[in-house]
């Protein structure tokens, strides 16, 4: 059961001042709650909780605002939870009045984010960001300045050989877990030549340079021992869990998605050895996270990096807006649509220009955006044609000198507001780049 605010017993604290008369006026908490709008942003996860079934629930008014403090400063959750009950700014940000004590658990905030949907979070940062757009300028409303950009996973850098490695491991101790769980510890299950395995994965990795030869010679051995291993839990799961089935589902179940991100990274690694290619279609990079995918930047520095795309769209010069978050190296020339499908959403009406980089071109977008009479600001990859249908020289040149400012923006995300890394779970991903963006388009104009 949903509780919207704090109802918080205020008539033992009457001699006591309120907490705005406290605080400094010019405080970036007491500036900041003024400007987001907590009412809206509470209607909108409200149907996420029942109206008359179980307990009631803590104040959505103050887990929205504790999650938007965790993006902008970087708390963790059980350091969180204890700053909102000792400092005064923080409460008040809550929606306190008076100063007060009600303390969560922990765990509060991450059922909290578990419980909104793609299209809530879509919501929330229309009403956050629609807000913000009504003070712009009216030349400014309508531009539009998009790109791409990737926030890496929080993994180590793949290679084949520790992913082997990795799955040895995860196969080796989910069979001495059975091992323990239903026979006991006086039944051996016999692994042979892992100790052996052990020795020369040991020797491998202490050997500085080594050669290609050495490289795919120990990649051979891996996966065959790999394949040797993961038949035989596959065997023991098969066959001895039924002899106790109070422990088969329940096992099964935790298992079945390990022992399968195993058999896909074994099949792809096969493949990849037996024809000889150094990469493969949906490639694994990480066993504990199997959604991770190599995007390749094609810059100087990490030129490779691992998670996935995040398409950014800068309204105006000013404000930022989160548009897609993509597991896959999604071509640029696809997000034009999207883009302009969201400023729409968001404003009811196109945007009147949009300027992006050479990597965007492509005849469908110019054609859709002279359908739609947008000013068309895309770079062309090659030669322009004679045909082409261009805005004045004097706008392409403004949205040309205007188009770094979106490389600016991305990077003061990922200084300040810490999306140099991703360190949310897969579920709640475009939540934590959605918050993040919204607190920096509150603090940096403040």
Not at 41 to 57: E, H, K
Not at 182 to 194: C, K, P, V, Y
Not at 238 to 258: E, V
Request: aromatic share 10%.
């Amino acid at each position: 059961m949903y509780k919207t605010w704090l109802h918080e017993n205020q008539s033992r604290l009457l001699g006591y001042p309120k907490l705005v008369d406290v605080l400094p006026k010019d405080h970036p908490l007491v500036l900041l709650r003024d400007q987001i709008p907590f009412e809206q942003l509470v209607d909108i996860i409200t149907p996420a909780y029942s109206s008359a079934m179980g307990a009631p629930s803590k104040s959505i008014r103050k887990l929205i605002a504790l999650e938007l403090l965790k993006a902008r400063y970087w708390y963790a959750d059980r350091d969180l939870v204890q700053v909102a009950n000792t400092d005064m700014a923080v409460m008040y940000f809550c929606g306190y009045e008076y100063p007060s004590v009600d303390s969560i658990h922990s765990s509060t905030m991450t059922k909290f984010r578990n419980r909104l949907t793609n299209d809530m979070i879509q919501m929330i940062q229309d009403v956050a960001l629609g807000k913000q757009i009504q003070k712009l300028h009216r030349t400014k409303k309508g531009s539009l300045q998009v790109d791409t950009t990737c926030v890496p996973e929080n993994i180590v850098y793949p290679t084949d050989t520790g992913l082997l490695a990795t799955c040895i491991k995860k196969v080796t101790r989910i069979i001495e877990t059975i091992r323990k769980e239903i026979w006991g510890e006086w039944q051996a299950i016999i692994m042979r030549g892992r100790r052996l395995l052990e020795k020369s994965m040991r020797q491998f990795s202490m050997q500085r340079k080594k050669t290609k030869q050495q490289i795919v010679k120990m990649q051979k051995k891996l996966l065959k021992k790999a394949m040797i291993y993961y038949k035989q839990a596959s065997s023991i799961i098969a066959t001895r869990y039924k002899k106790s089935q109070h422990l088969f589902w329940a096992i099964r179940s935790q298992r079945d998605s390990t022992m399968q991100t195993v058999h896909t990274i074994l099949t792809q690694q096969g493949e990849m050895m037996r024809r000889k290619m150094k990469s493969v279609q949906n490639r694994i990079v990480s066993i504990h996270k199997p959604y991770v995918r190599p995007i390749f930047r094609g810059k100087a520095k990490d030129r490779t990096e691992f998670w996935g795309k995040v398409t950014v769209t800068v309204i105006g010069w000013t404000y930022m807006q989160i548009n897609s978050v993509d597991d896959e190296n999604v071509s640029d020339t696809q997000m034009v649509h999207k883009a302009v499908h969201d400023y729409e959403r968001m404003c009811g009406k196109p945007p009147n220009e949009i300027s992006t980089d050479r990597w965007w071109h492509s005849p469908k977008n110019h054609a859709y955006l002279h359908e739609k009479n947008i000013a068309d600001g895309i770079q062309y990859r090659w030669k322009i044609p004679k045909n082409a249908q261009l805005p004045s020289s004097t706008t392409r040149k403004r949205m040309a000198r205007w188009r770094a400012y979106v490389e600016w923006l991305i990077g003061i995300a990922k200084r300040k507001y810490w999306m140099q890394k991703n360190t949310y779970s897969h579920q709640n991903r475009l939540w934590g780049m959605v918050f993040k963006t919204m607190m920096m388009n509150y603090c940096i104009h403040l």
